[in-house]
């Protein structure tokens, strides 16, 4: 059975930076999507970056230049680096699996598994 536990969430003031964690257990990253989203009240679903089965990262537009996937993620863990924080990066930061690795589902919002998320919050 799949497991995802999130952590690493906190509150940091504009331009710092976190990292957030997630623990998997049970699944195939040979073959499965990992990514992260996040949500924050009243607004809609974010994609922020997905890992596919052949190893390829995709970051939503606002992440592409502040966040990261470190290269050394631990095969059992993916880390989010998130760097040049601002306000409008709070939310809830979730981390979510597809089946289909290609992650093309995953990006229209259909996951398979889902964790319970950690709070990101930017203070300006």
């Known amino acids: 059975q799949v497991q995802l536990v999130e952590s690493g969430g906190g509150s940091v003031q504009a331009g710092g930076s976190l990292t957030l964690s997630c623990a998997a257990s049970?699944?195939?990253?040979?073959?499965?999507?990992m990514g992260w989203f996040r949500q924050a009240p009243g607004k809609k679903r974010e994609g922020v970056v997905t890992?596919?089965?052949?190893?390829?990262?995709r970051f939503g537009d606002f992440a592409k230049d502040r966040f990261t996937i470190p290269k050394d993620n631990a095969k059992d863990t993916l880390y989010l680096e998130m760097n040049s924080l601002k306000p409008e990066d709070t939310a809830m930061y979730y981390c979510?699996?597809?089946?289909?690795?290609?992650?093309?589902?995953?990006?229209?919002?259909?996951?398979?598994?889902r964790g319970r998320g950690t709070q990101v919050t930017v203070s300006s």
């Open positions: 979510a699996v597809q089946e289909d690795g290609s992650c093309s589902p995953w990006w229209l919002g259909y996951y398979n598994f």
């Open positions: 049970g699944v195939t990253y040979s073959s499965y999507c």
């Open positions: 890992v596919d089965s052949d190893g390829r990262t």
